[in-house]
């Protein structure tokens, strides 16, 4: 009694790991989503004292009422607004990073528009902090007072973080320009290998139907001499 043959099985293909500049920039991504989680939390844990400290201590400088009450909503608004720019952004830049990980180039496109968008809106972000510190109110008390309220190493803190966020896009956009990440993001899919661990062979030529229907060509006979 025989048996058919059976047929090895298909072969996995093992699926190709990205090389490192993709790895880096899918590694710096994450660091800054966390980095700006951990800066808006502590803005939030930090923002009750540093209010109570700011109307203290304008309170005995003589600051108007109107400006300590102003004084006291940009101390409040600030780390809020920042705390949920951090969420919105920690999302996206984690999505990101899967994305280019798994090799989509619509995604490293999108992340090059978001690394332009968080240099020039850390720009921005810098300028208008300080124009708004210096241009909303009348005199110098108010902004000894904010300095006063804040831990003397939260300026320096939120500085030194803005520069690495800043330096963190710019690294980014350089790892996902660099040759190998094109050619991950260009790749092409390519035929499992064979049982044998040799490439498949190429398939055979088709077959036309009809050349059952040709007479055979003659037998030649070499000449008598």
Same mark, same amino acid.
């Given at each position: 009694m025989s048996y058919p043959a059976q047929l090895p099985p298909p072969p996995v293909a093992t699926p190709r790991r990205p090389p490192g500049t993709v790895r880096g920039a899918a590694g710096v991504l994450i660091a800054m989503a966390v980095g700006? %989680? $951990?800066? !808006? !939390? %502590?803005g939030l844990a930090l923002m009750p004292g540093i209010v109570d400290?700011?109307?203290a201590a304008a309170a005995v400088a003589g600051v108007p009422a109107d400006?300590?009450?102003? !004084?006291?909503?940009?101390?409040?608004?600030? /780390?809020? *607004? =920042? =705390?949920?720019?951090? $969420?919105v952004a920690a999302v996206l830049l984690v999505a990101l990073a899967v994305g280019i990980v798994r090799g989509h180039a619509a995604v490293r496109i999108a992340a090059w528009v978001v690394?332009? #968008?968080g240099l020039v809106g850390g720009c921005l972000a810098a300028l208008f902090g300080v124009g708004q510190r210096v241009g909303s109110f009348s005199d110098d008390l108010v902004l000894s007072a904010i300095e006063q309220a804040h831990p003397t190493w939260w300026p320096w803190t939120s500085a030194i973080l803005s520069v690495l966020q800043m330096v963190g896009y710019l690294? $980014? *956009? #350089?790892? #996902? *320009? =660099? @040759?190998? *990440?094109?050619?991950?993001?260009?790749?092409?899919p390519s035929l499992p290998p064979s049982h044998t661990? =040799? /490439? &498949? &062979? /190429? /398939? @055979? &030529? @088709? $077959?036309d139907p009809t050349d059952w229907q040709r007479p055979e060509p003659p037998a030649t006979t070499p000449a008598a001499m």
């Open positions: 700006g %989680l $951990v800066y !808006g !939390g %502590l400290r700011f109307r400006d300590i009450d102003g !004084g006291s909503q940009l101390l409040r608004g600030v /780390p809020i *607004a =920042a =705390a949920f720019v951090s $969420v690394c332009g #968008l690294l $980014v *956009a #350089l790892l #996902l *320009a =660099a @040759p190998s *990440a094109r050619a991950w993001f260009q790749r092409t661990g =040799a /490439p &498949p &062979p /190429p /398939p @055979p &030529p @088709p $077959v």
